[in-house]
């Protein structure tokens, strides 16, 4: 059974910051890791997708890491903003065959405090 | 904007009520989801459509029945629903499965 977790639950850093979330997942055998953004009670924005093939994707401030080896992706957000604060999501597709059901981490909060 | 957009963004109703919630995606994706998300939990996916035919449908309880009339829109009927059912319930689309997903600003249901 897919599993996918996420430290820390809550992150706390002041404005430009560079800083790390992590994303951990148990079975190696995805398609592609996708890093969300939620704001309070709002849907998600997609971030970044990372294909198995690829190690690392970038969009402006943002990067993202895979190893699917080791089971794990990183999301580096440099020099953060008060209005990069929002709840983080990390998701695999699960490896059933599912219709692309996507597994979601827990999630990390993340405050950038002026 | 997504492309994905969810009708009402509030929902309150209770228990012996029949209600619907309604997902259309501009997008022209071939696979529809709704997932729920509860308080402090991590999302859950409730039903997949891919060429609007339903091939998931994870353990969800009958009071909840969803539709697929095409491939833009996804409906959620809900009737007798409880209280441990209010949750934000958002609707995704994809080109295929295992594609990158975009979600939609989601409904937030309340049952009383």
């Known amino acids: 059974k897919q599993e996918v977790t996420q430290i820390p639950a809550a992150l706390s850093v002041p404005e430009g910051e560079n800083l790390v979330l992590n994303c951990s997942f148990t079975?190696?055998?995805?398609?592609?890791l996708q890093w969300f953004r939620q704001d309070p009670g709002k849907g998600l924005t997609s971030l970044l997708l990372i294909q198995s093939s690829q190690r690392e994707q970038t969009s402006g401030r943002l990067n993202a890491s895979l190893d699917k080896s080791s089971g794990r992706s990183t999301l580096y957000i440099a020099a953060s903003q008060p209005g990069d604060s929002a709840t983080y999501l990390c998701a695999v597709p699960s490896p059933y065959n599912q219709g692309g059901k996507l597994i979601f981490g827990q999630g990390t909060e993340l405050s950038v405090k002026p | 904007e997504t492309g994905v957009t969810q009708t009402p963004r509030h929902l309150v109703m209770g228990m012996t009520n029949k209600k619907s919630l309604k997902c259309e995606q501009h997008l022209g994706h071939n696979a529809m989801y709704w997932y729920k998300q509860s308080a402090k939990k991590p999302l859950e996916l409730m039903f997949v459509?891919?060429?609007?035919?339903?091939?998931e449908n994870n353990s969800v309880p009958s009071r909840f029945s969803p539709e697929c009339p095409n491939s833009s829109h996804l409906f959620l009927h809900l009737h007798t629903l409880q209280p441990e059912d209010s949750a934000l319930y958002l609707c995704?689309?994809?080109?295929?499965?295992?594609?990158?997903?975009?979600f939609g600003q989601g409904t937030r249901l309340t049952v009383v």
């Open positions: 459509y891919s060429l609007e035919e339903r091939v």
């Open positions: 079975d190696s055998a995805i398609y592609n």
């Open positions: 995704a689309s994809s080109q295929e499965p295992e594609s990158e997903a975009f």
